[in-house]
């Protein structure tokens, strides 16, 4: 053990050799690049992803994208394991092309059941603990089977519809999910998840291209679970700032809301980039379960 220690801690190649391993086989980083998740993971948040939690999949050299080992399971992944579960917050490959990475929360696992209508999902599943986990109040019977009505908006405060962007049913582009009518429900859009994939969809769903449009995912496709927020700067509403941080509002406006009014101060502070220390080092499954923090 002493001699694996110094070669680790005493050469450069025990150095890299270890980064390497740990990069390949354990925990990657990302950052998020887009508003699909917010308001439960914002723009600019550095996290780690688990690449354990579903398996380990085919390490990639970085920035090439190229598997570095063969595909001998034919699934993405030189050890299986289970797929992500209902809720978890996902970091996959995207199915059309897979030197892109995309962040999504899992909707619905194999085999379930998605039906999607005025900014309202539903979701039938044939896993008893997830049906069972929900209230009377949380269902609705639909087509003489028994759905839980907007399952994760229930559990995690950032799952949202407050975006300005077109609706997911108003939008012209084309949709994964099948087109239909009933009296109960009128418009509404189906999906049922093929099997070994999975559905994912953004927390900010007026604002989130996701598996609604292009599909399910391939476990193939799927990298591990986002787990540990280690970096966070961004934005942070001005009402926000005013209440937990007042000196740095000072420090911005220094004068300016005497000579030119709160507004002006404010259009100032809402353009600036601060850090967000009660995000830093935070593991993503507590920080979901907030109203956003920054």
Request: net charge positive.
């Amino acid at each position: 053990m002493k001699k694996l220690y110094d070669f680790i801690t005493k050469t450069w190649t025990g150095s890299f050799g270890l980064i390497f391993v740990i990069y390949f086989f354990i925990f990657q980083p990302f950052f998020v690049p887009s508003k699909s998740m917010q308001n439960t993971l914002l723009v600019n948040d550095f996290f780690l992803v688990k690449k354990f939690s579903y398996g380990i999949p085919i390490p990639r050299i970085p920035f090439l994208e190229i598997p570095i080992l063969p595909d001998f399971n034919n699934n993405g992944h030189i050890v299986s394991g289970e797929g992500p579960e209902h809720g978890d917050i996902v970091v996959f490959r995207y199915p059309k092309d897979d030197k892109v990475y995309y962040l999504k929360r899992t909707v619905a696992t194999p085999g379930d059941e998605v039906i999607y209508y005025k900014e309202t999902l539903l979701l039938h599943s044939k896993n008893k603990k997830f049906m069972n986990s929900y209230d009377k109040k949380n269902k609705i019977i639909f087509n003489k089977k028994e759905w839980v009505k907007n399952p994760y908006k229930v559990l995690y405060p950032g799952v949202n519809y407050n975006s300005k962007e077109i609706p997911f049913e108003e939008k012209a582009e084309e949709r994964d999910m099948i087109k239909k009518e009933s009296k109960e429900l009128g418009t509404y859009f189906y999906k049922k998840v093929e099997d070994n994939s999975y559905y994912m969809i953004g927390d900010n769903r007026n604002d989130s291209i996701d598996s609604r449009y292009w599909g399910s995912v391939p476990y193939k496709n799927i990298i591990g679970e986002a787990s540990f927020i280690f970096l966070s700067f961004g934005k942070i509403p001005f009402d926000y700032l005013l209440k937990n941080y007042p000196l740095k509002i000072d420090k911005t406006c220094s004068g300016l809301r005497k000579k030119s009014g709160m507004e002006e101060c404010k259009k100032r502070v809402e353009k600036d980039l601060y850090m967000r220390p009660k995000r830093i080092f935070r593991s993503i499954n507590s920080i979901q379960k907030e109203n956003p923090v920054y």
